[in-house]
């Protein structure tokens, strides 16, 4: 489980590792963004089911988001192509928002 945002936080899971985390940092560098990498340990269960509980929501709010988003390009496009609004610099700015688009998809992805 994986937030891409703002800030990158992975609470530790056995299928995720180090190398993992570096592949991420890496990206986010070459995004211009900044990354630190911290490893951490919950005082007790109740703590750490408290740190899960929180990801989870932010992961659930940063996809509702998405989908807003896609919706909303959707309904862009279907209004462009419905005016026959096809200008060069149209498409191209409806490519930039789709990649936009993909990419925010793909990040949020588990690993």
Known sequence: M???GRALSCPYHHTFSIWNLKIIENEINEMSGD???LE???LDKTQEDKVVVRFKADRD???VEL???CA???AEIA???SAQ???YAELEENDVDLKMLQTRLEAGKDP
Request: charged share 40%; net charge negative.
């Open 2 to 4: 994986c937030n891409l």
């Open 35 to 37: 990354s630190v990498l």
């Open 40 to 42: 951490t340990v919950a």
């Open 61 to 63: 709010e940063e996809d």
């Open 67 to 69: 989908i807003d988003k």
């Open 72 to 74: 909303d390009f959707e």
């Open 79 to 81: 209004k462009e192509t």
């Open 85 to 87: 609004h096809f200008t």
